[in-house]
């Protein structure tokens, strides 16, 4: 088990030396023994207060993060385990409002067993002020950065945790909506772990505690300093045009041709990964999503690997493309895929429905998106990535309604018609231009709708 900070000793962990500021709140009277009456509860209070030397479970202030502003929620586990209640409640939404008038994100760092019972209900309505009060940091544009302690369980799990815009966790810490105590006895306490929940799609990465300062400020600077917009990278492939259908498809396909991972190192100084869909799914081969940094501003990207994309994939593509959206930073997508995956389990998955998600996302987008097609581009399976009026080609790509053989096979012709019937679904670069499929193709100099690197988007 990892040791156990408390509140000011993990404030003084992860913020700049002598930055941090408590923000004034007013405390609550209480009644006697809180809102119930719970014979004992004063005294458990006063317990709590001389051995923590807080007031209430949770400390809030701003501070700097490796040089970028914040408010932050430090919960203080040791004042009756962390909970929450109504006191703790008016700490959260002054903390949360702050936060939104002076434009600032938020960073709780949660360590809680959930409500507190000695205030019965009127302490588990207390989720429903926090998930108010994130709603609405959410729609002033705003991000939200959670740090998964020890123990984070419960509702300050199920909302300050898990609805967070992105969750880092330290390793090994119990993470989960049922504590040790109420989940069943012959539960594996092994899935309610930090590890257990990245694996899950449920957070998006475990980070150690000497690398938490630098990792939170890299997030903090990357979601709070959008670019204006997302140009499409330079070709690192071949720069000569196929001569033919069948001739795109096979270079496309190549295993020397580059992907993703290369495409993305080219293109940012640094970036970070979001993983996983939220729903219980992880894609790491099939897609890639995350923001980096290029000349010193932001880009979201969502970019497939060259594997058939799950479901999961789709759904962590658009994750991230409505997150980029509500912080104003464009978004970069990378064609590369030979199709969804289309197996039993991935129609048990919802793969219909994750397209669907990804289509919908791209749709409904206000920030800038560019899209590079820099290999396969399988049907509408890739096409769901692809910006409308905005999409560019590199070389050695192809863009295709279905893949040859299978379009051969529809047709019920032979496999020696397959070349022959790569040519008539026009997939080239150049045939995708003159189509209109595509503004240009990025690298190609013989061609007239070429680009060394391509223009923003229009309007």
Not at 141 to 152: C, E, F, H, K, S
Not at 334 to 354: F, I, K, M, S
Not at 421 to 440: F, I, K, M, N, S
Request: charged share 20%.
């Amino acid at each position: 088990m990892p040791e156990r900070l408390s509140a000011r000793e993990f404030l003084t962990l992860v913020t700049d030396e002598a930055t941090f500021r408590e923000l004034p709140c007013d405390i609550r009277r209480s009644v006697v023994d809180g809102p119930l009456g719970w014979h004992g509860y004063d005294a458990s209070l006063a317990r709590a207060a001389g051995r923590t030397g807080e007031e209430e479970s949770v400390v809030c202030g701003t501070a700097d993060v490796a040089g970028t502003r914040a408010v932050l929620i430090a919960f203080e586990f040791g004042f009756l385990g962390g909970s929450l209640g109504e006191r703790t409640g008016d700490r959260l939404v002054a903390a949360y409002t702050h936060a939104r008038t002076h434009r600032l994100p938020v960073v709780p760092l949660v360590a809680t067993g959930g409500s507190r019972m000695q205030e019965g209900m009127l302490a588990l309505t207390q989720l429903q002020r926090v998930a108010r009060q994130s709603a609405l940091t959410r729609e002033a544009g705003l991000p939200q950065i959670a740090v998964l302690r020890d123990p984070t369980t419960g509702g300050g799990w199920a909302t300050l945790g898990a609805g967070a815009d992105v969750i880092l966790a330290l390793p090994g810490v119990q993470v989960g909506f049922a504590g040790s105590r109420v989940r069943p006895p012959d539960a594996d306490p092994a899935a309610y772990t930090a590890e257990a929940q990245v694996a899950a799609g449920s957070a998006d990465a475990v980070v150690r505690p000497e690398e938490l300062r630098e990792t939170l400020g890299r997030w903090l600077r990357l979601l709070t300093a959008p670019a204006h917009e997302a140009p499409a990278p330079y070709a690192l492939g071949a720069l000569s045009l196929p001569g033919t259908g069948w001739e795109a498809v096979r270079r496309a396909r190549s295993p020397e041709r580059p992907r993703a991972q290369a495409y993305l190192d080219a293109f940012f100084t640094h970036r970070v990964a979001i993983s996983g869909d939220r729903c219980g799914g992880t894609d790491p081969d099939g897609m890639l999503c995350g923001f980096g940094e290029r000349d010193g501003r932001s880009v979201a990207y969502a970019a497939q690997t060259g594997a058939a994309t799950r479901a999961a994939g789709y759904r962590t593509a658009g994750r991230l493309i409505r997150l980029a959206d509500r912080l104003g930073i464009p978004v970069l997508t990378l064609v590369d895929t030979p199709g969804a995956a289309n197996d039993a389990e991935a129609e048990r998955q919802g793969a219909g429905a994750a397209i669907a998600d990804v289509f919908g996302a791209v749709a409904a987008a206000r920030v800038p998106l560019t899209t590079l097609v820099v290999g396969e581009g399988g049907s509408g399976g890739a096409l769901a990535l692809a910006a409308p009026g905005n999409t560019w080609a590199t070389p050695d790509s192809y863009f295709s309604v279905i893949a040859p053989e299978l379009a051969a096979a529809i047709l019920k012709r032979g496999p020696a018609e397959v070349e022959a019937t790569a040519d008539q679904l026009r997939l080239r670069p150049q045939d995708l231009v003159e189509l209109g499929v595509v503004r240009g193709i990025v690298g190609a100099a013989d061609h007239p709708g070429s680009r060394a690197s391509a223009p923003p988007p229009p309007g």
